[in-house]
């Protein structure tokens, strides 16, 4: 009762304090961030694995089995998981809520390198992956060029992910179907055999004329210096008058008997965009970043980068219009939902002043709710307003039941205030009728 007594004598103050939820309120509406989902981070560990020409048995048999084993024995790990296809070995762990992610990440990448000299030398590191909301790219860009100068690697590498990784908020700029070159080496057959050359022992001449060898070092009073000598080829033209040494001591060059160009490497992933093969770039967010901020930033950074002539950096997808679009579908339901609660309490009350009261508990209370949820450091979420939607029936209940108490305990005061006003009249005319 103290918090109701204070309340009804000190009216002011409760309208000041009120006023101040409603202007707070207002503000956590502008200044909360928004995400499709909030910053949970899933007790789940992938451990991918690439061994490429691999069929399904060897992938199971030398890389899948050897991994399991170890990583079975990581702490507090509740469920293991295995998939093994042609090329690529997939494992899942699944460990207790609670379990420190990073710290068991850490625990599987020391048991892995107990067992890697075991692996295959083809196969590639294996990978650690976490499951997190980050994961999920702000926003999709594709790079697309028409001139054949440009190289789209040094582009990325230089200019575009420096750039945008110098954003606050985000976290990699992951590349898909990003052209890389090779230098291809064509050998005629007939030429080869002509000078009786085989490609194993030009591939292996090749590799050893193609290679920077450390030659120890050198002394020089107090100095001490590294030597090495240079033999890594520096250009095509280079590779082009390589010279290979027949069995008849025959000295020829590479072009004598190979056609050597620069080409793009083959790939199995593809990017298309606007018809046309492209390159794209998958831009993350770091945990605590707000995702529609991070996705302005970034498109602003866009329209600043340079680029050169007849390339151009557009905006594929961008999850924030996911994002957007979802909450304002959640919002709308919210909104419509207190509006029928507010109409069936009139219809059922018919009273307007108890009808307002109860409809004022519904904004207020989704005030409160943002100003807590801004200052936790939370964010405004599908689940956050998924809670909102649920609890307005909750608010609707606990203020129809204190003002049917207020109500209650007002006819209570009426109904003393008239009985002790009839017992004075009888008093006073008693003491009349005495008189």
Same mark, same amino acid.
């Given at each position: $009762?103290? +918090?109701?007594?204070?309340? =009804?004598? #000190?009216? =002011?103050?409760?309208? $000041?304090i009120f006023a101040g939820i409603l202007l707070f309120g207002?503000?956590? +509406?502008?200044r909360l961030p928004r995400d499709l989902f909030p910053d949970i981070e899933l007790p789940t560990l992938t451990v991918v694995t690439v061994y490429?020409?691999? #069929?399904?048995?060897? =992938?199971e048999k030398e890389i899948t089995k050897e991994l399991e084993v170890v990583l079975a024995s990581t702490e507090n790990i509740k469920k293991i998981q295995s998939f093994s296809k042609d090329n690529v070995s997939t494992i899942s762990l699944q460990f207790d809520w609670g379990t420190d992610i990073t710290e068991a990440s850490a625990n599987a990448r020391d048991l892995i390198e107990l067992v890697k000299y075991k692996l295959p030398r083809d196969a590639q590191q294996p990978i650690i992956m976490k499951i997190n909301s980050s994961v999920m790219p702000v926003v999709i860009l594709g790079l697309q060029t028409t001139n054949e100068e440009t190289d789209i690697s040094d582009l990325i590498e230089k200019v575009i992910s420096p750039r945008l990784q110098h954003i606050d908020g985000v976290g990699t700029v992951m590349t898909i179907a990003e052209p890389e070159n090779e230098i291809a080496v064509e050998i005629d057959p007939l030429k080869a055999e002509k000078y009786h050359l085989t490609i194993d022992y030009i591939a292996t001449l090749m590799k050893s004329l193609n290679l920077n060898v450390p030659a120890g070092s050198l002394k020089s009073g107090i100095w001490d210096l590294n030597v090495t000598v240079k033999g890594q080829v520096p250009s095509i033209d280079a590779i082009k008058d390589l010279p290979l040494t027949t069995y008849m001591g025959q000295v020829i060059r590479l072009a004598d008997i190979a056609i050597v160009h620069k080409q793009f490497k083959q790939k199995d992933e593809i990017a298309r965009t606007h018809q046309q093969r492209a390159t794209a770039l998958l831009v993350q967010k770091q945990s605590q970043a707000n995702a529609l901020q991070v996705y302005q930033q970034v498109m602003k950074e866009v329209s600043k980068i340079p680029m050169p002539k007849e390339t151009s950096l557009y905006e594929v997808f961008n999850t924030t219009e996911v994002i957007q679009g979802s909450i304002n579908n959640i919002t709308q339901t919210l909104l419509w939902g207190g509006l029928w609660v507010i109409l069936v309490v009139w219809l059922f009350l018919r009273a307007w002043r108890s009808s307002f009261i109860i409809s004022l508990s519904i904004p207020f209370s989704m005030f409160i709710a943002l100003i807590t949820i801004i200052v936790s450091g939370y964010t405004i979420n599908v689940f956050t307003l998924m809670s909102m939607v649920v609890a307005i029936g909750m608010v609707v209940d606990n203020s129809i039941v204190v003002v049917e108490n207020i109500t209650k305990y007002l006819e209570k005061g009426i109904k003393k205030r008239r009985l002790q006003y009839l017992l004075r009249a009888k008093w006073v005319e008693l003491l009349q009728l005495l008189h």
């Open positions: $009762m103290r +918090i109701t007594d204070t309340s =009804v004598k #000190n009216p =002011v103050a409760i309208y $000041m207002l503000l956590a +509406i502008f490429p020409g691999a #069929n399904t048995e060897q =992938v």
